[in-house]
């Protein structure tokens, strides 16, 4: 099973996924990206990090279950999952990705029982300020910052909750409420994939 976590940045959802990977013992499904590694992300943990010629590599071996670019304020970052990482019908998994990388894993897969997506919904005003500090404390990237604060308001628009019918996560109260949550929700889940 492939259980997703998906949001707009900064709705918590990176901070959860490490713990629930630990805590339920999920794989972790790690992403690869083009993006430079931030401060705090280690390789292989994180993502991994690679460059354009690695990335359009993988594409033409058709390796790819998705990819995204984005052009950010520093040029075209790209994000993608690799069909070589995963065994979806023995493993159970956790990924962090976006609705549309979401549609793409249903299209490959053409089960989307196989799949739980679950929404970190928050209040734009908690998002910018979570966003604010986290640029302040690590890389200072502001005009990015607000680039994808104003293109998350498409990609995460709420005609998907009806669409893909998540397990929505409030995360505008405290860590302690939105872990609750999370927890009930996991173990619902994962109860029913065994």
Known sequence: MLLFFIGPSNSGKDTFYKLMCQEFSLNKL???????????????????????????????????????????????WSYA????????????????????????????????????????????YIRLKRALERERKNNGQYKEMCRRFLSDATDFDEKYLSLYNPIIINNNNSKEETYEQLQKGMKKVLKRSK
Request: charged letters at 25%.
């Open 30 to 76: 790690i992403l690869y990206t083009t993006r430079p590694k931030r401060k705090n992300e280690v390789e292989g943990s994180d993502y991994y990090f690679i460059d354009s010629f690695k990335m359009n590599q993988m594409q033409k071996e058709n390796i790819l279950i998705e990819r995204r670019d984005y052009n950010t304020v520093y040029g075209v």
């Open 81 to 124: 999952s690799s069909a070589k990482d995963i065994d979806i019908y023995n493993k159970d998994y956790l990924t962090l990705n976006t609705w549309e990388g979401y549609q793409k894993y249903i299209n490959y897969y053409q089960d989307s029982s196989l799949m739980v997506p679950f929404y970190f919904q928050v209040d734009d």
